[in-house]
């Protein structure tokens, strides 16, 4: 980080993946933060994605929530946190406990985690609280408890780097965990005879930098972990001293996996040879890891996916050693912190057992509470059906946005409009989910909070404040203490802070070890508020021995009675192919974006990337479906309904289509893709499946299409499409309708200016073309342009967005504004495609012209590709696209 004047900087955690990458932060200037990859945190070493490098971007007040609010008006936080707590009081004394619940969040940090777990679980009585994570790896939780007795991640990053095979299954690593991707793709290029297996439906930008891409049929996965376990055994590839020393329950896997690789292609719709030479990869190589994500986690049968890739593992004995075992990466920054304080409706803290009475009396007895709650509780989408049903009549949901994020989100919608008392605590004032609150709390955001996360690999790091608590914004623990002191349980909730909260957790997570259980911090448990605020990166357990482990179960040591591993039978389900006329719906996560968008959404940078929501479609789908390239698409089902933009790509395997989860109504019109994904769930994990709806594709055709820059946030909401972005010192927009495109007070509206503003205007009608230009000034700035016709907009968007609140006295400048096009084809930018350096396909197409003709050679000619590296696979399908003449 360049020096700047002598300010402190902070060493912090980033607020996003389950990478838990450490930052340097540093607050320049009141509304000006900077930040750099910490070189000494062992997660990243210095490296920070396109998210993590944008933090800065996001961290004003535009937006925010800054006092607490009951019904709309603002409320002394005393008004505010008894109004909360009386009702939730006299809700529970109406209905008993199991009225309430709380729907918490990976987001949260972990002292927030636990104060609000054990208001919930040991002091209110019931285990209605639930957090977002469930959507996330909660399958991931159950395979490993089923397999290992307790809910253990055994290997490190590290592993990733040792090993000679790399199986990435359901997990698009390269978006969804680029800094974890980076470190892959750096060990390769040390070790060029490492081996990496992408398992995905997508081409993905992962698969794109794979060795093999088995592009697997959706739903094929148990058949193909089976398959391989059947193969694997009948090549004699057991190791049997681990098998017999350490596990149990083999023979009822194989019985349950028995196939052979002709019934496993059927299954997989894998081609045999590419299974083949899957097969002896694993075989050939015994330092493999498999990682696997949400494309595992989140389906019908998740839990049994996992069981299935560990059963694999568990039969080879590769588990546990340097570069080898199943590996779940997760998807928020404390997830795994969420797992361990028992933020999920099944646990309890510190991985005890809501279910074994013995865990719960040393709970309780630990916390000294009036109660414990003596079974599990609603799992998040059974949460949400109760809430609908009126089961539950009081919720508080704490630092995420069901609205958009859960299946079956207009019910979700619908549930908390209808309940009698929404409490919403959050950083955001203007969430899909915060406009349903009786009550707003406040909370603190990343940079003025203090606290603790873990990342995927069992590393907690402290995430530090250090910016000022903006308004009245209180700390998420702080707020539930208080919530907790006036229903009268003061005594327990009475911290001074943070790091006394994490004591009494490190204290809790040795109480009664002795070894039993794997998650033991007791090292920890006087840490002293110095001490937590000087903690350092470190791995779970840290015993009060001092004795610690880097990976677990090499030599056995399980957590279930007999220590021994489980293998699970796993049973394929044939899954018929479906019904021609529908599609199935993959949701997901694109580079640039995170969960909801309410903190992403706030960068121009990252809004750059891909700007809009989109349905990624097969051309032969697209072709059926009479769908054009960049027309737009209508999904439907019985749920509801999306519109969205077309992206025709060849890397969406037919009878699919993809759409980003992230837009919300905040930032599109009906782009929320949640409402179209219903309620089904594994049976096990509870984890909804989020990646398997049947939607109906259908052309949307509106009368025109348009494209817009604007100071000020347009006003689309009438319109039959719309989506907003975040760009330069303002907004950019796409939008579709069937009134006048031409209506000066549909342009009133979109350019965000009214007409009394008095601002001059350029305007450009063809009648005969159908084609509408508008340009505002503000004096010789460019304030807004509007750009429609019957066809989508053929602008040079970034070139537009680039002119934004520019000087434009030059009347051809102002011809070409109106044209959309800078008068050079190349002189504009192009689209975004390395956010960490701003660079535009322009420049890498004349890199590549100029003879550029590795990734290497064009980030080397551009930057392009040298941050953090995720645009790495799409400059390489542009080299790949490129005339041999011009890339040679
Ligand atoms: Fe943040 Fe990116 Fe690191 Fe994930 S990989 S923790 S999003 S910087």
Redesign the pocket.
């Known amino acids: 980080m360049p020096d700047s004047g002598g300010m402190p900087v902070t060493r912090t955690?980033?607020?996003?993946?389950?990478?838990?990458?450490g930052?340097l932060a540093r607050r320049i200037s009141p509304d000006r933060v900077e930040v750099a990859?910490d070189p000494d945190h062992p997660?990243?070493f210095g490296?920070?994605?396109?998210?993590?490098?944008a933090?800065g971007e996001t961290v004003g007040l535009e937006g925010r929530l800054l006092h607490p609010e009951i019904e709309g008006r603002r409320a002394d936080w005393e008004t505010a946190v008894r109004h909360v707590a009386d009702r939730f009081s006299a809700t529970i004394a109406e209905h008993g406990a199991d009225s309430v619940a709380f729907y918490v969040s990976g987001q949260l940090l972990t002292e927030d985690y636990y104060v609000a777990n054990k208001l919930m679980k040991g002091f209110i009585g019931t285990a209605n609280i639930d957090t977002n994570s469930r959507l996330c790896m909660a399958s991931s939780v159950a395979g490993h408890r089923r397999a290992f007795g307790s809910d253990t991640v055994p290997g490190t990053y590290e592993d990733l780097e040792f090993a000679d095979l790399v199986v990435l299954t359901g997990s698009n690593l390269a978006w969804c965990?680029?800094?974890?991707f980076q470190r892959l793709m750096a060990a390769r290029e040390k070790r060029p005879g490492m081996q990496i297996v992408v398992i995905d439906p997508r081409r993905t930008p992962t698969a794109d930098m794979a060795d093999l891409h088995l592009p697997i049929r959706a739903g094929g996965d148990v058949a193909l972990f089976n398959g391989l376990l059947t193969w694997l055994r009948a090549k004699g590839l057991t190791d049997e001293a681990y098998v017999a020393a350490h596990t149990t329950g083999l023979a009822n896997a194989l019985d349950a996996a028995a196939q052979d690789i002709d019934e496993t292609a059927e299954l997989t719709g894998i081609d045999r040879r590419d299974l083949n030479t899957f097969f002896r990869l694993f075989a050939a190589n015994e330092r493999v890891v498999t990682v696997y994500s949400q494309g595992v986690n989140q389906a019908a049968d998740g839990t049994d996916r996992v069981n299935a890739i560990i059963n694999c593992h568990l039969l080879t004995g590769r588990i546990g050693r340097p570069g080898m075992g199943p590996f779940s990466v997760t998807g928020q920054?404390n997830a795994m912190g969420g797992r361990e304080v028992g933020g999920l409706a099944n646990q309890l803290a510190c991985h005890l057992e809501l279910e074994e009475p013995e865990h719960r009396r040393l709970v309780q007895e630990f916390w000294a509470s009036p109660r414990i709650a003596e079974r599990s509780g609603l799992k998040a989408v059974d949460l949400f059906r109760a809430v609908a049903s009126g089961r539950i009549k009081a919720i508080w949901i704490m630092a995420t946005n069901p609205v958009v994020s859960l299946p079956e989100a207009d019910l979700v919608r619908r549930a908390l409009a209808d309940c009698p008392f929404v409490v919403v605590s959050d950083v955001e004032r203007g969430s899909d989910t915060a406009a349903l609150a009786d009550v707003l709390l406040p909370a603190a955001a990343w940079g003025e909070k203090d606290g603790t996360v873990t990342?995927s690999e069992r590393r907690i790091s402290r995430q530090r404040g250090f910016l000022p608590l903006p308004g009245e914004v209180h700390p998420d623990w702080r707020i539930v203490c208080d919530v907790a002191a006036a229903m009268g349980f003061g005594e327990a909730f009475d911290y001074d802070g943070p790091a006394e909260i994490f004591a009494e957790y490190a204290a809790l997570s040795a109480e009664g070890n002795d070894g039993t259980r794997d998650f033991d911090i007791g090292a920890l448990s006087d840490l002293t508020r110095n001490a937590y605020d000087v903690l350092r990166p470190f791995q779970w357990p840290l015993r009060a021995s001092g004795e610690t482990e880097a990976r677990f179960f090499a030599r056995g040591g399980f957590y279930t009675p007999d220590r021994r591993a489980r293998f699970i039978a796993t049973a394929a389900q044939a899954r018929p192919y479906p019904a021609e006329e529908t599609l199935t719906l993959n949701t997901g996560r694109i580079r640039d974006q995170?969960h909801t968008m309410t903190r992403t959404g706030r960068s121009p940078r990252l809004s750059g990337h891909l700007a809009e929501p989109f349905a990624a479609l097969n051309p032969a789908d697209a072709a059926r479906l009479g769908i054009g390239k960049a027309e737009l698409v209508e999904l439907s089902n019985g749920l509801g309904r999306a519109v969205l933009r077309a992206l025709i790509t060849s890397s969406q395997p037919e009878g699919t289509v993809f759409v980003p989860m992230h837009w919300s109504g905040q930032w599109s019109g009906a782009a929320r893709i949640d409402v179209l994904v219903p309620g089904a769930t594994d049976p096990i994990s509870g984890q909804p499946a989020l990646k398997a709806a049947r939607v109906t594709a259908s052309a949307f055709r509106p009368a025109w299409y348009g494209f817009g820059v604007a100071l000020e946030r347009p006003a689309a909401d009438d319109l039959a499409y719309w989506a907003v972005a975040r760009s330069g010192p303002g907004y950019r927009f796409e939008c579709a309708g069937d009134g006048d495109m031409a209506d000066p007070a549909l342009a009133a509206c979109l350019l965000g200016i009214p007409p009394e503003a008095g601002l001059e205007t350029l305007h450009y009608l063809d009648n005969a073309a159908g084609a509408f230009r508008v340009a505002a000034f503000d004096g010789d700035r460019l304030a807004a342009a509007f750009i429609a016709g019957p066809a989508p907009v053929a602008a040079e968007r970034n070139w537009l967005t680039g002119l934004l609140g520019k000087r434009m006295a030059d009347s051809r400048e102002r011809a070409l504004l109106l044209a959309g096009r800078p008068g050079d084809a190349n002189a504009g930018p192009g689209a975004l495609i390395c956010s960490c350096n701003g660079v535009g396909a322009n420049a890498i197409r004349a890199a590549i012209a100029g003879g550029a003709c590795t990734v290497r050679g064009v980030g080397e000619a551009t930057q392009a590709g040298t941050g953090?590296g995720s645009c790495q696979s799409e400059i390489g399908r542009m080299l790949e696209d490129a005339p041999v003449a011009e890339a040679v």
């Open positions: 955690t980033c607020p996003y993946c389950g990478v838990g990458c930052v990859g997660a990243n490296r920070l994605c396109s998210k993590g490098a933090l965990h680029p800094v974890l920054p990342n995170w953090c």
